[in-house]
T-cell receptor
Framework: DAGVTQSPTHLIKTRGQQVTLRCSPI?????VSWYQQVLGQGPQFIFQ???????GRGNFPDRFSARQFPNYSSELNVNALLLGDSALYLC??????????FGSGTRLTVV | RKEVEQDPGPFNVPEGATVAFNCTYS??????FFWYRQDCRKEPKLLMS???SGNEDGRFTAQLNRASQYISLLIRDSKLSDSATYLC???????????FGAGTTVTVRA
């Protein structure tokens, strides 16, 4: 079975640009969560979606937005990129909650 | 105060040694507790859940002390392959948000 897949794997953007990251959950998983991991720190919660509805949002500015599609895949959008947005962005899926499986992430570099 | 705090280490131990480390959490209402393992530049992977009664999974033993709000992980008979960063994770009410510590780095040397 395919795990959680994320695309792209690496990305370089310029300050002020916008970026869209994509995630496909494990088949049958209805919940998708997004996390940001800055070098040397643990992942920080950004969003969770369940059955296409936002269930929770972390302490991130409105420049960050997300959505979940009918097939349960998800996109994370970040507008007006800052240097501090450079990080590993992780997507996790689960059947409902707990037992989260993470994708290998998208490494975003903002220059 | 951070939600989850860990000793960053690094813990540098020889093969076969026992290594143990803790993490503390600030929210007494935290409901579920986990240890994740993260290899360099890879995604976190669930190592084990942590139960109030304590639990073992092979060479790994996890303990939870709700009164003192700390969680521990002990690794016996360390292997080279145990070298990684170990992330302490707690969830709150609703279980939808994982709160991670910054991680404890363990290096096992030959």
């Amino acid at each position: 079975d395919a795990g959680v897949t994320q695309s792209p794997t690496h990305l370089i953007k310029t300050r002020g640009q916008q970026v869209t990251l994509r995630c496909s959950p494990i088949s049958g998983h209805k919940s998708v969560s997004w996390y940001q991991q800055v070098l040397g720190q643990g992942p920080q919660f950004i969003f969770q979606y369940y059955e296409k509805e936002e269930r929770g949002r972390g302490n991130f500015p409105d420049r960050f937005s997300a959505r979940q599609f009918p097939n349960y895949s998800s996109e994370l959008n970040v507008n007006a990129l800052l240097l501090g947005d450079s990080a590993l962005y992780l997507c996790a899926s689960s059947p409902e909650s707990r037992a989260y499986t993470f994708g290998s992430g998208t490494r975003l570099t903002v220059v | 105060r951070k939600e989850v705090e860990q000793d960053p280490g690094p813990f540098n131990v020889p093969e076969g040694a026992t290594v143990a480390f803790n993490c503390t959490y600030s929210n007494s209402a935290s409901q579920s507790f986990f240890w994740y393992r993260q290899d360099c530049r890879k995604e976190p992977k669930l190592l084990m859940s942590v139960y109030s009664s304590g639990n073992e999974d092979g060479r790994f033993t996890a303990q939870l002390n709700r009164a003192s709000q700390y969680i521990s992980l002990l690794i016996r008979d360390s292997k080279l392959s145990d070298s990684a960063t170990y992330l302490c994770v707690v969830t709150g009410i609703g279980d939808y948000k994982l709160s991670f510590g910054a991680g404890t780095t363990v290096t096992v040397r030959a």
